[in-house]
T-cell receptor, first 116, second 113 residues
Framework: AQSVTQLDSQVPVFEEAPVELRCNYS??????LFWYVQYPNQGLQLLLK??????LVKGINGFEAEFNKSQTSFHLRKPSVHISDTAEYFC??????????????FGKGTLLTVNP | DGGITQSPKYLFRKEGQNVTLSCEQN?????MYWYRQDPGQGLRLIYY???????QKGDIAEGYSVSREKKESFPLTVTSAQKNPTAFYLC????????????FGQGTRLTVV
């Protein structure tokens, strides 16, 4: 069974500082990986996804993530954060269930707080 | 604009009552999902449907029921058997297939009073 571990429940940073949100996954089969962002009282919005190819994936709002198969990690990074990046971030993994079913498994989320 | 609409945004339920949360999509997606979100718990899958008239239990289906009579609609009923229903509920949809992203609605916050 697949699982996702987000190593930090909260990450406080100052504006314009770099940030890394860590995500590790476990799965016995090939996986696809996603990062979503959730602003307060809203739904989730896709930041980026890794399906195949280059292990460095660029997303919206200046975020990027690197897939590391040997370490089963998919960490999210941004070189300089803004106040508006304050939100909760979720890492998710999908694998192939029986037949053609598809399911996303989410981590517990990391609350990024950007302080002035 | 295409998207997913959840209604209502806020819902209050008395203990012992059933309530139904609405989810409609106009993205022409085959697959639809219901997730429950609690603080510090991430998103947990309640039910999902890959095609009309078919649905599967997720990880926490007890106390919930769904139907999928139309491609566009996937309502969730929170029954009186759900002992702790207060939570934020998110509906999502996607095309079928491995690796496709899910699109989310804005959520419904259910509170038991």
């Amino acid at each position: 069974a697949q699982s996702v571990t987000q190593l930090d429940s909260q990450v406080p940073v100052f504006e314009e500082a770099p940030v890394e949100l860590r995500c590790n996954y476990s799965s016995s089969v090939s996986v696809y990986l996603f990062w979503y962002v959730q602003y307060p009282n809203q739904g989730l919005q896709l930041l980026l996804k890794y399906l195949s190819g280059s292990t460095l994936v660029k997303g919206i709002n200046g975020f990027e993530a690197e897939f590391n198969k040997s370490q089963t990690s998919f960490h999210l990074r941004k070189p300089s954060v803004h106040i508006s990046d304050t939100a909760e971030y979720f890492c998710a993994v999908s694998d192939l269930l029986r037949s053609s079913n598809y399911k996303l498994t989410f981590g517990k989320g990391t609350l990024l707080t950007v302080n002035p | 604009d295409g998207g997913i609409t959840q209604s209502p945004k806020y819902l209050f339920r008395k203990e012992g009552q059933n309530v139904t949360l609405s989810c409609e999509q106009n993205l022409n997606h085959d697959a639809m999902y219901w997730y429950r979100q609690d603080p510090g718990q991430g998103l947990r899958l309640i039910y999902y449907s890959q095609i009309v008239n078919d649905f599967q239990k997720g990880d926490i289906a007890e106390g919930y029921s769904v139907s999928r009579e139309k491609k566009e609609s996937f309502p969730l009923t929170v029954t009186s058997a759900q002992k702790n229903p207060t939570a934020f509920y998110l509906c999502a949809s996607s095309t079928r297939g491995f690796g496709t992203e899910a699109f989310f609605g804005q959520g419904t916050r259910l509170t038991v009073v």
